[in-house]
Every structure is written in structure tokens, then in C-alpha cells.
């Protein structure tokens, strides 16, 4: 069974990323910073009377996690071009599929952070019930996460070779990221607002095929981005 | 009836204009790769 | 160059053939009740939108083939129709709002279709800009390839979700523009411009293929000249 070591080396390469990412936490920190950012200007932005927390807060999760999304995604591969040991890894004994796995994973667990530190955030200072709802919310957001960071992954290990790579991936990730976060947006409004669950699980369903599709894909297409 | 022709009129100005204008750049462009 | 040539016979023909799509859409086709003369935009309009999803759903397959066959000429093929399928993108996208204001009340509504123009568009616009920032061919062939088919597999996507808009944002008050049963006069003259419209793409296709192969010949004759566009 080839899984397990794919998994294996997987990890191993995810957990190199992450140390350095979590020894150096400069995108760790500008992400958390970005968060409490838009809370605050949503916050005065908003006027009470005509907006409720609720109809706001979906807007604002989504708009947070997209961001820390764009700026984990924008390193995945910088690390590796920029010290040239793009190559050191494409000559390990490793499948293509565990690199992409292990860039995937380690950008997953960015995003999540800034998740994680995010939502209870958005509930403490908007005051936004979220308790009651949080394993559906959960799963929601995780799903609509690995949804755009898959592809964004894929393209990161392109567009890093590029000109202007900063500004080319959020442009080419643009029209990849609308239905997941249509979806996930459109669903944490219907949970937040107290809707039954046997509305949220159509677009629980819809992103579970989308990721489905796309990491497949990913995996498929990702040995074309770095094959010399 | 509504009197709305001068959008028709503007919607098929303007599509004329695009394919025109793509078939002259295209006309121009592979030109200018001929003679080279 | 032969293939050029042909390509542009097929363009000034189509073009010829517009301007009688033109006159009959103009002056021998019914006007609609309800929408009055701007419904005639839709003889325009949906032709050009056909196209411009075909020719993405083209770009998808021939980058499919290319990963898997290396054939450059697919590579060459998949950067026409996606230039192309921009231009017709452009054509629904302005024609959309244009159509849109006098029946609906304004330019732009997150209506379905028109939201779907507009992510394809963009698709597109990422398509052509990943390849014109990739100097190498042969990565930027493949580099392009992998967008394509993620794009290709994007479309049913992006109808699902457009799909959903509806619900969140009203409908559009001044007029509803349901499917049009189209009586035979007027069947007739949108048959005609998709005929045009499908002319066009092949006519544009063709000479934007034969400028592709014209450029590559340039490049390999000064080799590594400053090597820019898109080939």
C-alpha cells in the first residue's frame, strides 16, 4: 500500500513548512492582526439600527479567512524558490502527489489558525451566537477552506515562478474561489440566523463534491507545475 | 411599447465595433508577423 | 502562409454575413411587444454568450490533450480560442447591461447569467494573463494547460452557485423578460447569427493560431530574443 508513506512524506513536508512558518510568525501575526482589523472597522462601520450582527458576520468571517488564505498561500512556494531548494525537493525519493499533500496541509493549518483565533473573536466583539451551531459551523468552514486552498496551492506552485506573483495569484484564484465562498457565505448566514439544519446541508453536500473534484484534480495536475 | 431603440442601436454599434476591431487587430498583428 | 489565408476569407465572410444578420435583425424581424426594439440585442447577445462558454469548454479539452500528448499545436489552439472566447465574453458582458437598463431598470443585476459572463470572464482575463507571464514555452504551454482544465471543470461550478443567486437578491421590477417562445421569423434570424457568431470564432481562431505558429517561427530564428506575449 503506497498511502501510508505518500501520507508519511506528506506530513514530513508539511511539518517543515509549518516550523518555519511558526518559528518566524510574521504571517501568523500580520493575519491575526488583519482579523482584528476588520472587526473593528465593520464594527464602526456599521449602523445598529439598520444592520444586524448576524447579516454582517458571515461577510466578515469570509473576508478574514480569504485574506489569511491569500497570505499563506503567497509563501507556500516562496520559501522553496527562494532558497533554490525547490530542486532539493523535487530530487527526494518522494512522490509529486506528497509534496502538493504536504504544501496543502501546511497551508490548511494556516488558514485554520487564523480560523480558530477568528470565529471566537467575531462572537465575543459582535456577539454573534455561535456555540449552539459550532460542529455544523465547523464544518462548514473547514470544507469551503480546503475548497479554495486546494487550488490555490496549485496555483501558487505556478505562479511563483512567475512575474508579479503576489499580484497573479489572487487574480487567477479569483473565479476558483466565488462558488465556495458564495456557498459557505450564503450557509453561515442560514446557520447563524438559526435556520434548520436540513437547509445548510445542500451547500454542506456541494462543497464536500467541489473539494472532492478539486483536490483530485490538484493532485492530478500539480507533477505538470513542477516537472522540468 | 416601450421607447427603447437607442440602446439597440448602441448595443449594435458597439458589437460591430469589437469584431471589427478584433478582426483588424488580427489582420494588422499577423501582418506585422509576416513581414518580420 | 495558407492557413492564414484561409482563416481570413472565413472572417470577411462572416463579417459580410453579420451585416445581413444585421439587416434582417434590424428591419425584417418582428418587434417584440413587451421589450420593444432593445429585445432585438438578444439576436447579438446569446449567440455571442454560446460561443464564448464553447470556447472555453474548447480551451479545457485541447489542454488535455496537450498534457498528454505534448502536441504543441494544441497548446497553440488553446491560447486562440481562449483570445478569442474572450472577445465574445466581451461582446455578452457589455451587451448584457446595455440590454439590461431599458428592460430591467439597470445596468447591472446579479442575475444568473450575466454573474456567470462575468466569472468566466475572468477565467479568461487569468488565462491570458498566466501567459503572458510565463517567457518559456514549453512551461508556459503547460503552465496554461493546468489553468485550463481547472477552468474547464470550474464551469458547471460557477452555474451552480449563480444558480443560487436568485434567492438572495430581488428580481428584477420594471420588466420580466421570461424565455422568449421564439416565433419562426424571428427563430429564423437568431439561427442566422449563430451561424455568424460560429463563423467568427473558426475565421478568428484560425488567424490567431496561424499568428501563434508566425510568432513561434520568429522566436526560433533569434534565439532568445526578448521573448514576450503570449504566442
Redesign the interface.
Known sequence: MRSPRLLRHAWAVASKDLLVEFRSRTAILSAAVFVVLVLVVFNFGRDPTAVSNVDLAPSILWVTFTFAAILALNRAFQLELENQSLDGLLLAPIERSSIYLGKLIANLVFVATIEVIGVPLLALFFNVPVLPYLVPLIALIALATVGFVAVGTLFSAMTVRTRFAELLLPVLLLPFMIPPLSWAVLATGRLLAGRPLSEIVGWLNMLAVYDIVFVTLAIFLFPFTVNE | ?????N??I???I???V???G??LS??L??RR??R? | MRMLRVGRWITAIGLVLLAGVYVRALSFTPIEQSQGLAQKIFYLHVPAAIWAEMAMILVGLSSIFYLFTKDPRLDRFAASSAEVGTIFCAIVLTTGPIWGKPIWGTWWTWDARLTFTLFLFLLYVGYLLLRSAVPDPAMRARYAAVLGICGMCEVPFIHLSVYMFPTLHPMPIVLQPGRPKLPGSMLTTWLLSLGVFTLLYVGFVVQRYALSYLREQLEAVSEGGAGGGYA
Request: proline share 4%.
Open positions: 411599447m416601450p421607447e427603447n431603440g440602446y439597440m448602441a448595443a449594435y458597439l458589437v460591430g469589437i469584431l471589427v478584433y478582426a488580427l489582420y498583428r499577423t508577423s509576416l518580420a
